[in-house]
């Protein structure tokens, strides 16, 4: 809605609440609140002229805290375009407001700068000549970002997004879903007319608009009264109200339209918009006008070397062309070349062209364009819709396969799948089709098979698939093809049988070529994971033939199943190591060695070496961040990492490296972060923390509810504060109906094909449940007997090795407090098992949890001093190691025996006849409880306590409680005279 008057500056009319919007979102970025708005509208609605004075204002008057703002405007390249399209203008621009050591300090490592220079031109400088990037560019773009927004307020516009490239689109979904950390706002423009219910930014734009920090803004036309405002400040004389009603009418309110009747002056009004749109255009000279439809053909912003090679003119008579163009407003300059006022100009001039003419100023595009690809590789996707336009086919498909490679070199999945589809609609069409692209139809199907399988795209993978076993005649491809059949029929959920692997072991019997070698690896590997008693044999041989082949990436994948089929299968979980350290000394990408060093970390935590895991995972996680490849597979080492810290009791470092992987997950990977987190807080006695992050993350939790129902765990149905105390057996209990709802979730785990692992903590969790239910009856005791005999009958098929001895032991411990065992043999168990735990077989929460059991037992058996140290260890101890709840159930188990200097007392003669129960009522006798309280403190019935209090005041000869309270207290330290 650019304006222009005849005497003032140019001002928007409207659109105050749409500039809130915008405001908001601005101060939200600056507060470090990452925020992106969506605007869309019609042509021609002033969309760019929002976004325009936008940043006008947020550039004015700010000082040193000045933001650094980013344009990237999206080109029409046809429906695939260029990989990340608009943002090499946005990181130049970023460039120039920075300056070179703040983005070089961003780029954070040799392996990003290489990868950032790669993508924007003219960035050289920034990296090393002889790095070579690692990880993909969408990756590195988002590291520069995120580290930038940490020092300085970012702020993006990507114009125009009815025109991105799918990677671009990804990007974004990326930024405005995951970012969080640091000041960064982003605002994204976009045509509603041009989406319609087939283009692929519909999808996305669904996708954004779920998101929380996402808003969105839609442009409406201006009102009669908008209009007028705008008219009176266009027209050179005063208007009446019937040529204001008529703009009105005739414009629809669009700002660029009323501009466009305003500037017709005494010419007669067209009959329709196009003609109006065209009106400009229409009164150029002949030669002018030839000169922009050659412009047009090109699209919105031409250089001018390019046009004047295209329009093969002299440089006097493209000058004339142009200047003249410039002063009707048909077009302006812009960098080193020209632009369409506004883009529904170009798309009316474009449409001006005869056919001949269109073929032929599109073929020169197209080969002037082939002639420079050297200065400018990102025209190659130009170069294919150009010879498309030009209806030449089979140069089209050249520029397409060309394209592809450009595209696979800078790992964009998303855009090499829909240049491999676009070269499958071509192929029928180019006789040599296999010549010129050095492979067969069911060759690329294999590829854009691939290529869908890296976007998770698992049906539009086994179509690819299914499309090229129907004309493959190949035995490699062919079983390249049914092996990939098969892995996206697993992923879907299809459960596929083994013939499709078997017809491809088949294919490849007595093939010794590198590639057919390394295929039959990977297939060996596939097999062993549907094979138990065979698996181990399969993978061997998958061992042997990448060996053979001298294929590392190979050899790595079949350790690594070999390592996992070892812990799973449970004969000896220590060997599981062995192959996951020489898969880590292989020599392999970044990538290959994080995912190895992931299944290693989380190997040793299952092994109850959570220290080595957590030094190793940290490790290898700083290498990842060093190598551009954060993002990707090194998200789920963040989570290994973040697991053994809390394990070890170091929970800043767990709450670190959980936090990361939150913010750059996906659900339902950011689920996995967010229990793990909530997990921690609830242990943690952090409830406002917990509440705030599940209330945060109430959409993601609410995506994996209804794409994945089987993964509704019972943490996030229950508070996990009353399930941990309940187990624990020591505060208050939540209601019946819950603690009812818990027994059949915690079953549902036992039986759970995730690993034993899994498994044996639900048979803790549901050993802990047994024992806060022991006093329960009727339904509830009967389901608590039932869980009991689930875990029994579950601990008789662990092996006794690794961690299951451990917690075997915990359970039976936690069974024996149940059954009312001796007090004195549950203390000498619960010791053991606290030993054992210190030793790193289970979390150090659960050695908190055996030494709190353990001074029960001990007062219980009147060795109260000896449970009061360890109970004032606890509560000293448990805070920093992230378990305050322990140190809080710590605190009311002695407060609630009444171990304070009292603690001797239970052990004076007067007294030696109580039991260990009577001693504890007792204390609380004499502390003034009544018999209701004392049966609150104690979980006993009122009628238990006053059956306990009768027996005291006969054993110690009181005649009440008063006189028993008298004699509890004068056999105290506290009473003696020193």
């Known amino acids: 809605m650019l304006m222009r008057t005849t005497g003032s500056a140019a001002v928007m009319v409207g659109r105050d609440a749409e500039m809130t919007v915008l405001r908001d979102a601005f101060d939200a970025g600056h507060g470090g609140r990452t925020r992106a708005v969506i605007v869309r509208g ?29 344009f990237g405007q999206c080109v029409d390249l046809g429906p695939i ?92 979904k990326t930024l405005a879903g995951s970012l969080r950390e640091g000041r960064m706002t982003i605002v994204a423009t976009y045509r509603s007319d041009d989406v319609d219910r087939f283009h692929p930014l519909r999808p996305v734009l669904a996708e954004l608009e779920r998101m929380r920090r996402v808003q969105r803004i839609e442009i409406a036309p201006l009102g009669p009264d908008e209009v007028a405002e705008q008219v009176a400040l266009l027209a050179r004389g005063a208007i009446g109200p019937d040529d204001l009603t008529m703009l009105a009418e005739r414009s629809g309110g669009i700002p660029f339209l009323v501009e466009e009747l305003v500037d017709l002056d005494d010419v007669e009004l067209p009959d329709t918009l196009r003609e109006l749109v065209l009106a400009r255009y229409a009164r150029l000279s002949p030669e002018a006008r030839e000169i922009v439809r050659v412009m047009a053909a090109g699209g919105v912003d031409v250089g001018h070397e390019l046009l004047r090679a295209v329009a093969g003119t002299d440089e006097e008579a493209l000058d004339r062309a142009v200047r003249e163009s410039i002063d009707a407003r048909v077009v302006v300059a812009a960098g080193d070349g020209y632009a369409f006022r506004h883009a529904l100009t170009q798309e009316a001039v474009e449409s001006e062209m005869l056919p001949s003419e269109r073929i032929r100023v599109h073929r020169r595009y197209a080969e002037e364009l082939a002639r420079t690809l050297d200065d400018a590789p990102d025209a190659v996707s130009a170069v294919a819709e150009h010879w498309l336009a030009a209806r030449a086919i089979t140069p089209a498909f050249d520029a397409t396969v060309l394209a592809l490679g450009r595209s696979q070199a800078t790992f964009s999945p998303a855009t090499s799948a829909r240049l491999l589809e676009r070269l499958t609609e071509l192929w029928p069409q180019v006789p040599d089709a296999a010549e010129r692209s050095g492979m067969s139809l069911a060759r690329l199907q294999l590829r854009a098979a691939d290529a869908w399988h890296d976007l998770s795209e698992a049906e539009r993978a086994l179509r690819a698939a299914n499309e090229g076993i129907s004309v493959c005649d190949d035995p490699v491809t062919l079983a390249g093809l049914l092996r990939h059949k098969w892995v996206q029929e697993a992923n879907t959920g299809r459960r596929p049988g083994d013939d499709d692997l078997q017809s491809a072991i088949g294919l490849l019997r007595d093939r010794d070529e590198p590639e057919a070698l390394v295929l039959l690896s990977r297939i060996m590997t596939n097999l062993a994971m549907s094979h138990g ?15 053979e082949a001298d294929d590392a990436p190979a050899l790595a994948v079949a350790l690594n199943t070999l390592g996992w089929h070892y812990a799973n299968d449970e004969d000896d979980p220590d060997r599981a190591l062995a192959p996951l350290e020489r898969a880590i000394a292989l020599p392999l990408d970044p990538a290959m060695r994080v995912y190895v060093a992931s299944t290693y970390v989380d190997m040793l935590s299952l092994l109850g070496r959570f220290r080595e895991a957590a030094v190793a995972g940290a490790a290898h996680h700083t290498d990842a961040v060093r190598s551009g490849i954060e993002r990707g597979v090194a998200t789920g080492l963040a989570l290994s990492v973040a697991h053994a810290s809390f394990a070890i009791g170091e929970p800043d470092q767990g709450i670190r490296y959980a936090q990361r992987a939150r913010r750059l997950l996906d659900p339902p990977g950011r689920s996995t972060a ?24 109430r959409e993601s939790l609410e995506s994996v509810r209804r794409k994945h129902p089987a993964k509704r765990g019972w943490w996030v149905d229950h508070s996990v504060d009353s399930v941990l105390t309940a187990a ?60 009991r005999a689930r875990i029994e009958a579950s601990m008789a098929e ?30 000498a168990g619960w010791r053991d098992v606290a030993d054992a735990i210190a030793d790193g077989g289970m979390p150090l929460r659960y050695h908190h949890v055996a030494q709190l059991s353990l001074a029960a037992a001990l007062i219980e058996a009147g060795r109260r001093a000896e449970a009061l140290g360890i109970l004032d260890r606890i509560i000293a101890d448990a805070p920093r190691h992230g378990v305050s709840s322990v140190a809080r159930w710590a605190t009311t188990l002695r407060d609630q025996a009444g171990l304070s200097s009292r603690a001797a007392a239970g052990d004076d003669a007067q007294l030696h006849g109580l039991t260990p129960r009577e001693r504890q009522v007792l204390a609380l006798v004499a502390d003034g409880l009544t018999n209701a309280e004392i049966g609150n403190r104690l979980f006993i019935s009122p009628k238990t306590a006053s059956v306990h209090v009768s027996a005291i005041l006969a054993k110690v000869g009181a005649r009440s409680r008063t006189e028993a309270a008298a004699r509890y207290a004068s056999s105290s330290p506290e009473s003696t005279a020193p």
Do not use: C
């Open 42 to 70: 019609e042509a021609g609605i002033g969309k760019t002229r929002l976004v325009q004075e936008f940043a006008s204002e947020i550039t004015r008057g700010r000082g040193d805290d000045l933001p650094a703002v980013a």
């Open 81 to 172: 375009g260029a990989p990340f399209g608009p943002i090499a203008r946005i990181l130049r621009d970023l460039h120039d407001a920075v300056g070179s050591e703040a983005l070089r300090s961003a780029m954070g490592s040799p392996a990003v700068a290489a990868a950032i220079v790669a993508l924007a031109r003219g960035l050289s400088e920034l990296a090393d000549p002889g790095q070579a990037p690692a990880g993909s560019p969408a990756e590195a773009i988002e590291v520069v970002l995120e580290n930038l927004s940490r020092t300085r307020h970012v702020v993006i516009v990507l114009e125009d997004l009815q025109w991105a490239d799918a990677a671009t689109l990804g990007l974004l």
């Open 533 to 547: 008693p065979e698996a181990v044999e399969h993978l061997e041989r998958a061992i042997g033939i990448a060996e």
């Open 674 to 697: 967010v229990r793990m987190l909530a997990t921690h807080y609830a242990w943690n006695d952090a409830h406002d923390e917990r509440v705030a992050l599940l209330a945060a993350e």
């Open 728 to 787: 624990a057996g020591i505060a208050s209990m939540p209601d019946e109906g819950t603690m009812g709802e818990m027994i059949p979730r915690i079953v549902e785990s036992l039986d759970d094909d995730g690993g034993g692992a899994r498994r044996r903590y639900a048979a803790v969790g549901g050993a802990l449940l047994v024992r806060a239910l022991r006093d329960s009856t009727g339904d509830l005791a009967a389901g608590r007997d039932a869980l």
């Open 798 to 827: 662990w092996p006794q090795r690794g961690t299951a001895p451990t917690i075997t032991r915990f359970i039976s411990a936690t069974f024996a407090d149940a059954d009312g065992a001796d007090p004195s043999a549950r203390a």
